[in-house]
């Protein structure tokens, strides 16, 4: 009879030693993402023998050894691109297989060479909560890593990066920047609004109210060639910005008191200015031609058949002017500025921003949500294809690196940057935008978010 049990009580007796040598054997807990873990990963002294360190776990945990180093994992949240995190945001990631523990690194330098702005080991959960408050403005660069006893992996899919956006003050709309990149000017479209200067190393701002000018609702921006005026459409002028006093210099009053000027642009000898608006009667189309600094109006370009005109944007050469005219408009115009002649350029129906190379060959112009990114070849003055990328419907929402070779566009729920010699999109990254601009250094793009939030967003550009 007892032959006939022995086989089975040996195997309770060693299974009985077996469960207890492994609730002494100081293996780590599941992660349950509690403040301990974040000061080094300690284990919680009730998943241990009485009088057991975590010393003594270490010290069996190196002697067991990991056999490789812990698999596969990936970053998760925030995601890629993501310009409007926390300042203090929760990074998360997906588990490593087999790892004990995890470091996580944030830096403003995509090498982590520099010193980083956050290193904290010992991680034990999948996520960690930042304690130091992010700068606003600045783009960080995160990356986890996994660690065991055999070795260390990186995270799949890094490193990320991030940045949390910039107070702009109320409803901001157009942005531009400076040519020497040191300050962006914000349009506040309130009333009676004003313009927000942002320095763009330290992200210090500045509001200027237009309280006491004539018109409201600061829209669409742009700045001279020698950087020292800032001029600004509104609903029936244009006020003129001195950008180093951060004042007011002066004003143009469009011929029709009735207008809305949308689009505004400055040719690149500096002396005038070039904007979209109407006759003296508020019945005719015209584009008006703008004496600089003294913003007196010298000519009113009338195009045939009465099209509409919003978006502008002037030649690198500055012999002529662009125009986008909307939902409305069958084609858009391109105006010898010379003359004061205009020609239409088929196949450009529902257009909005428009922005033209360096070189002055390629202009792309945006179509809004039913249609693709427009290229035309201005040598020909014909489309010669487009990007699949359904953009915004502001005059602003278009602009293209120093060297010619990406496009930054606004969206209605996301910004793309964009292939121009590929005809491909790179990349759509989180953010309902409004009007965009481009570094002279074409290292970082801007975007002012949709609706009155009031937040200025910087990107990183590849």
Not at 26 to 34: F, L
Not at 47 to 55: E, F, H, I, K, V
Not at 128 to 149: C, D, F, H, M, Q
Request: hydrophobic fraction near 40%; aromatic fraction near 6%; proline fraction near 6%.
């Amino acid at each position: 009879m007892l032959a006939h049990r022995l086989p089975s009580l040996l195997l309770f007796v060693v299974a009985t030693f077996a469960a207890a040598c492994t609730s002494s054997s100081g293996n780590p807990p599941a992660a349950d993402g509690g403040g301990s873990q974040l000061d080094g990963g300690a284990h919680d002294a009730a998943t241990r023998d009485s009088g057991q360190t975590a010393d003594q776990d270490a010290a069996l945990a190196s002697d067991a050894g990991a056999s490789a180093a812990p698999g596969a994992f990936t970053l998760d949240s925030p995601q890629l691109g993501d310009s409007d995190v926390a300042v203090k945001p929760t990074l998360s990631w997906t588990n490593a297989p087999a790892a004990d523990s995890y470091t996580v690194e944030v830096s403003a330098d995509s090498t982590f060479v520099a010193a980083n702005f956050v290193k904290k080991t010992g991680v034990t959960d999948t996520s960690l909560t930042l304690t130091t408050a992010l700068k606003p403005g600045v783009i960080y660069y995160w990356r986890v890593k996994a660690e065991n006893s055999a070795g260390k992996t990186l995270a799949s899919n890094g490193p990320f990066w991030m940045s949390s956006g910039v107070d702009v003050g109320s409803s901001p709309h157009g942005v531009a920047i400076t040519p020497d990149g040191k300050t962006a000017v914000v349009a506040n479209a309130g009333n009676p609004g004003g313009v927000t200067f942002v320095n763009l190393k330290t992200f210090a701002t500045q509001a200027l109210s237009f309280a006491g000018q004539v018109s409201s609702q600061p829209a669409i921006v742009t700045i001279t060639p020698d950087g020292t005026t800032a001029l600004v459409a509104q609903l029936n002028n244009v006020i003129l910005v001195d950008v180093s006093a951060k004042s007011v210099s002066g004003a143009f009053n469009a011929p029709c008191v009735g207008t809305t000027l949308y689009g505004v642009a400055v040719t690149p000898d500096g002396a005038s200015a070039v904007v979209p608006d109407l006759s003296s009667g508020c019945t005719k189309t015209v584009v008006d031609l703008v004496a600089l600094p003294g913003a007196t109006l010298t000519s009113a370009f009338q195009p045939a058949g009465n099209p509409n005109a919003f978006g502008v944007a002037v030649t690198p050469d500055g012999a002529s002017a662009l125009l986008t005219g909307g939902v409305t408009a069958t084609s858009m115009l391109q105006l010898t500025l010379a003359s004061g002649t205009f020609s239409t350029i088929a196949n450009t129906s529902s257009t909005y921003g428009v922005a033209i190379t360096p070189d002055g060959t390629l202009a792309l112009a945006t179509s809004g949500s039913s249609d693709p990114v427009k290229l035309i070849a201005l040598s020909t003055g014909t489309v010669t294809g487009t990007i699949d990328y359904a953009s915004n419907t502001d005059v602003g929402n278009l602009a293209i690196t120093p060297n010619g070779k990406l496009a930054f566009v606004a969206g209605d729920f996301d910004v793309a940057i964009l292939d121009i010699k590929t005809k491909k999109v790179l990349t759509k990254l989180p953010g309902a935008a409004r009007s965009v601009a481009i570094t002279p250094d074409g290292k970082r793009a801007l975007f002012t978010g949709a609706g009155a939030q009031g937040t200025l967003h910087v990107i990183a550009l590849p």
